[in-house]
């Protein structure tokens, strides 16, 4: 196994139980939840294949499940995240092959362009994970809310993580 | 087969991608309970309008025979309707029969209850029809009554059926009296007002006041005596100077006839036996 493979296996895990444990609990203010785990998915490097890519987002979305009995709203989210990586990348960073590091991070997009990667991929996943859990349109404005709210606080922890684990490596 | 392989490998993303969600679904849908009941609840919508759609169309071939069965069905009900009806008019009548009171007057007499099927209040000259005949016991010349007064006398007799002259018939005169006195008269009828009758050939020296009742005499072989008739509303001059008129109110309502009793008088044939004997003295002693 390769170093990375290994980074990337500890942070799973680690990043799946704190969701479990910590993050699970944490509603600000009622509407607002942070979804941690999905570095994961943003971090994978774009060089590996996209099959791998879906199974491991899909796998990762069913543990967080099974740890909140929620069964299949993680993994179906996670799913689709993992699908629409690449095109989400090349709505922002076309010129795939200049990237100095094959993960995407503030390393190696740039702030403002990794910014927008990430907030993308934050909104995506908040807005599919919420709608899901509806599964229904009742009281739109209520889900928008939780929909934004999360966006924000997920956004901002990832931040964080990533300029964490980039001064890291 | 390589070609398929190809294809198949090249897509490979979206085959897993597919199958990925595909068992995200199928958890999803099973063990959430709100996603479950939205899934099950849509899924019966759709089956429910394509069956709704296929039994339309297939509810056409078994037509033959649904509507053999209806007829059948029909039939059957008919005659147990048909059945029922005679049931509860036996039941009516023996209710009917239970709800008389008991007169001292009438006890003597037998009744056979009828239902008037044919009546008329507005000729001149009015006739029942009720659906005894002969094979019920009526016999011609007897009195008719319900529970209110006199109707009439029966005049024809058919084997179902009887014709009876109404009282609301200038040919029928029934002797009457005022309750309590003996005086008596000939009530007939002057085919104005079929509430109303006129009594006539009192005599004059007697009082007589509004309201009381008029009731048969007795002076016949056809009504016992004390059967209720009317009530005085008024005084009329006739044109007789020595005898009065009375207009009397009826107390049976002709217009709203149903059933009526026919009196089968025991006395009758003894009766109609003396005077036939009266008739025959006269002939052989002139």
Same mark, same amino acid.
């Given at each position: ?13 680690? !990043? ?21 785990? +999905? ?20 796998? !990762?979305?069913?543990?967080?499940? +099974? ?73 739109? !404005? ?14 901002? !922890? ?12 | ?45 759709? *089956? ?13 071939? =078994? ?9 059948? %069905? /029909? ?48 000729? *001149? =000259? ?36 009887? %014709? ?39 005599? %004059? ?10 009731? /048969? ?43 009526? %009793? ?21 002939? /052989?002693?002139?």
């Amino acid at each position: 196994m390769t170093k990375t493979a290994i980074q990337f296996t500890i942070l799973y895990i680690v !990043l799946a139980l704190a969701q479990a444990i910590v993050f699970n609990n944490v509603c600000l203010f009622g509407a607002a939840v942070p979804f941690v785990f +999905i570095y994961v998915i943003i971090r994978l490097p774009m060089t590996l294949a996209v099959n791998w890519v879906l199974t491991i987002g899909f796998t !990762l979305g069913l543990v967080v499940d +099974i740890f909140s009995d929620t069964q299949g709203m993680n993994s179906l989210a996670c799913t689709l995240l993992a699908m629409a990586r690449r095109p989400i990348l090349h709505l922002y960073f076309p010129r795939e092959d200049e990237l100095t590091m094959p993960e995407p991070s503030i390393r190696s997009l740039g702030p403002e362009i990794y910014g927008r990667y990430l907030f993308t991929m934050v909104l995506f996943y908040c807005t599919a994970i919420f709608l899901i859990e509806a599964f229904s349109l009742f009281d739109p !404005l209520r889900i928008m809310l939780r929909v934004i709210c999360s966006t924000f606080l997920t956004f901002l !922890l990832l931040l964080g993580l990533d300029s964490v684990i980039s001064r890291g490596s | 087969m390589s070609t398929l392989w190809d294809f198949l490998l090249k897509y490979s993303r979206w085959f897993l991608f597919t199958f990925y969600v595909v068992v995200s679904c199928i958890l999803l849908f099973d063990t959430n309970p709100y996603q479950h009941y939205v899934w099950m609840t849509s899924a019966g919508r759709v *089956t429910s309008a394509i069956y709704g759609v296929a039994a339309n169309v297939t509810s056409y071939f =078994h037509l033959h025979d649904i509507n053999e069965d209806l007829q059948r %069905r /029909t039939a059957d009900l008919e005659l147990e309707v048909i059945g029922l009806r005679n049931q509860l008019r036996a039941m009516n009548e023996k209710v009917y029969a239970d709800s008389l009171a008991h007169d001292s007057v009438m006890q003597p007499f037998d009744f056979i209850i009828a239902h008037v099927i044919s009546n008329s209040v507005s000729r *001149t =000259h009015n006739y029942i029809t009720i659906e005894k005949g002969r094979l019920d016991s009526v016999r011609p010349e007897m009195g008719v009554v319900d529970q209110n007064g006199v109707v009439g006398i029966v005049n024809v007799v058919g084997d179902h059926s009887a %014709r009876v002259i109404s009282l609301l018939n200038p040919k029928m005169r029934l002797s009457c009296k005022v309750k309590g006195r003996d005086y008596f008269g000939s009530l007939v009828w002057d085919g104005r007002n079929p509430g109303e009758a006129v009594l006539e050939e009192m005599p %004059r020296h007697e009082r007589f006041r509004k309201g009381d009742t008029i009731v /048969t005499s007795g002076y016949s072989a056809v009504f016992p005596e004390g059967i209720p008739v009317g009530t005085i509303i008024s005084h009329e001059k006739e044109h007789d100077d020595n005898f009065y008129a009375l207009r009397i109110r009826l107390l049976t309502d002709f217009s709203t006839l149903s059933t009526v %009793r026919v009196i089968a008088n025991d006395m009758r044939q003894e009766l109609d036996s003396l005077t036939a004997g009266e008739e025959n003295d006269s002939r /052989t002693n002139p």
